[in-house]
């Protein structure tokens, strides 16, 4: 339930795990990304599942020479990974909010890009094989850094099949229809913190779509708590926290909105919003 008291400790946690005390590269990923699940699970016991990635990790380590190359690593990573346990896209119902679940994900074996890249990612990091995530937009890939032949990309929706840059073009086109042009940026490495940004957005996205408010305002709670702070987030959080007639919290939101964007193209709005809030709330007590 909203506002329970297992949200607000996996809110609490997950704001320390996330905040700027952490260097980006030191957040534990698979922690904060099971802080997410609590949304759906607030009795998760998340260090099974932590467990679970250790033990793939182990698999993979057990069949790797010493000193493997990249593309051993790599073969071995997929063959584990989608032969053994058995992990793969879900094509058939891509919006389903379980597939942006890290429990759920290793218990169904069905993801979309990006969870299915965290799980690369951690069992990777686990047997020393660095890999990071990319910018691509629609299509969440990986890049490990080979010094003998430079970058490589892996798509882990599709098996972990390594890509070319003109594969990501072809990717990129059937997602937009050539709507959106590729840029030599979107291959760019990006944070922890921007791929817990994107796994929280597909889910904001699959949840108001839903018109399912209040685990939407769970979502916008854990985006708000990522540095930094967006002024569009506590925006967005006033006006769903208004629908769901949470007018104290709905205020907070606005004023620091306000704080933050003084001089916002809707800052007018949202001060007439905002006395409107405040003159009900002097109604009611």
Request: proline share 6%; net charge negative.
């Amino acid at each position: 339930m909203l506002g329970s008291a297992a949200h607000q400790r996996a809110l609490q946690s997950f704001a320390h795990m996330v905040s700027l005390a952490q260097d980006d590269e030191a957040i534990d990923l698979a922690g904060a990304a099971l802080m997410l699940a609590h949304i759906e699970y607030p009795d998760l016991d998340a260090p099974r599942y932590v467990q679970r990635l250790n033990i793939l990790s182990e698999q993979v380590k057990r069949r790797l020479r010493p000193h493997p190359g990249t593309r051993e690593t790599i073969t071995i990573l997929n063959r584990v990974l989608f032969e053994d346990e058995g992990l793969r896209g879900n094509r058939d119902d891509y919006y389903d909010p379980r597939n942006s679940f890290l429990n759920d994900v290793l218990d169904r074996k069905l993801g979309i890009p990006i969870t299915l890249s965290l799980v690369y990612m951690e069992v990777a990091r686990r047997v020393g094989f660095p890999i990071a995530g990319t910018a691509m937009p629609g299509h969440f890939l990986l890049k490990h850094y080979d010094p003998l032949c430079g970058d490589i990309i892996l798509d882990p929706f599709n098996c972990g099949c390594i890509l070319t840059v003109d594969d990501c073009h072809h990717r990129l086109h059937e997602i937009y229809r050539g709507d959106v042009e590729f840029q030599a940026d979107f291959l760019r490495p990006v944070t922890r913190r921007e791929i817990l940004t994107r796994m929280l957005n597909n889910l904001r996205q699959i949840y108001f779509t839903q018109r399912d408010f209040h685990k939407g305002l769970m979502v916008l709670d854990l985006l708000v708590a990522i540095p930094p702070r967006s002024p569009e987030m506590l925006r967005e959080r006033a006006l769903v926290r208004l629908n769901l007639d949470q007018y104290v919290g709905a205020a907070q939101d606005l004023g620091n909105y306000l704080k933050l964007s003084p001089d916002a193209p809707d800052a007018d709005d949202v001060r007439e919003t905002l006395e409107m809030v405040r003159q009900l709330l002097a109604r009611l007590n």
